[in-house]
């Protein structure tokens, strides 16, 4: 998607409106993506980590349960001060 050459020099909001509304209809084939994270979740142990309080709270005894299950971290819709393995957004306005 590009912006139209006229509209590079003034900022037209009903137009980037339009182009981010295009932007999400766009239809992705992520297949291959879901078969490659298929192969990397199979018979792992998984944390999944909400965004809230509770995680900076808890966060050694979560780090200890990471660590003894040998897990994969995954992080939904948010992005914490530790890192994570993945990072899952449902609504691309949020990353």
């Given amino acids: 998607m590009q912006i139209d050459d ?23 084939n992520d297949s291959l993506d879901m078969e490659e994270l298929l192969k990397v979740f199979k018979d792992k142990n ?3 980590l909400a965004p809230g ?7 050694d005894e979560i780090a200890k349960v ?3 299950k ?4 995954i992080s939904a819709n948010f992005f914490y001060e530790v890192t994570t393995d ?4 449902q ?3 949020t990353f």
């Fill in 6 to 28: 006229s509209k590079k020099a003034a900022y037209d909001e009903t137009y980037l409106h339009k182009l981010y509304r295009n932007f999400l209809k766009r239809t992705i």
């Fill in 70 to 73: 040998k897990a994969i971290t």
């Fill in 91 to 93: 609504q691309p306005k």
């Fill in 53 to 59: 309080r509770s995680v900076k709270a808890n966060w």
């Fill in 46 to 48: 998984v944390v999944v």
């Fill in 86 to 89: 993945y990072a899952f957004f």
């Fill in 66 to 68: 990471v660590a003894e």
